[in-house]
């Protein structure tokens, strides 16, 4: 965690003792549940730091640096997986309400086991994204979406963007696809009410771009269609 923790100061940001015992808690716990969920392909402790922990800090800091991530945001992290990047959002910036949603209940198990051990606050839902965005206590009430390699754009923004209020954001980190992912997604802006914008997202490893969907108006209540449907036909 020494390692992460100078990276981390290339970002701005400087982790506390706390954070860094939070952390090294956290990764022991990745790797010692990733045998029988299946959180990562590789849950070597040197990749959990340097790709899932440093790309996580980089995407907070990006978004502190951009006043998208407050320290009251309500922050929800759709596809959470094994956490990334809400976990380590609410370790490296106490104080947002975080919410972590994931289908699979093996994984909303550890990811439930996890915020219990590291003493932060955050909900754990396990469902489809689908599905819970219909409930009125979650549509259109986040500051602030993310995912992590969750879908192609025009399938993320459907299962996203009925979360975010109106004003709100969805950030989703892309690879070199990028521009051709943000041409597909025009039809979806435009059905569900919101434009767009990228920006270069420096990380270790091959360069990725940021891209950020500004929600300008509710979206139609049809959306998200019934689970499967945005993947199988995507707007």
Known sequence: MESLSQHAQAYGVRLTPRQTEQLAQYATMIAEWSPRVNLVGDASLEVI???????????????????????DSRVLDVGAGAGFPGIVFAICWPG??????????????????A??????????????????????????????????AVAPLPTLLELTLPYARVGGRVVTPKGSRASDELAAATNALSVLGARVLSVPFAVPGPAQTLVVALKQRPTPALYPRRAGAPKRSPL
């Open 49 to 71: 730091e340097r790709r899932h922990f440093l790309e996580s800090i980089a995407l907070g800091a990006a978004l502190r640096e951009r006043e998208v991530l407050r320290p």
């Open 115 to 148: 915020v219990a051990a590291l003493g932060i606050e955050a909900t754990v839902l396990t469902g489809r994204a689908e599905d819970l965005a219909h409930d009125p206590s979650l549509r259109e009430s986040f500051d602030l979406v993310v995912a992590r």
């Open 96 to 113: 947002i309400a975080l919410t972590l949603l994931e289908a699979t209940a093996k994984k909303t198990a550890f990811l439930a086991a």
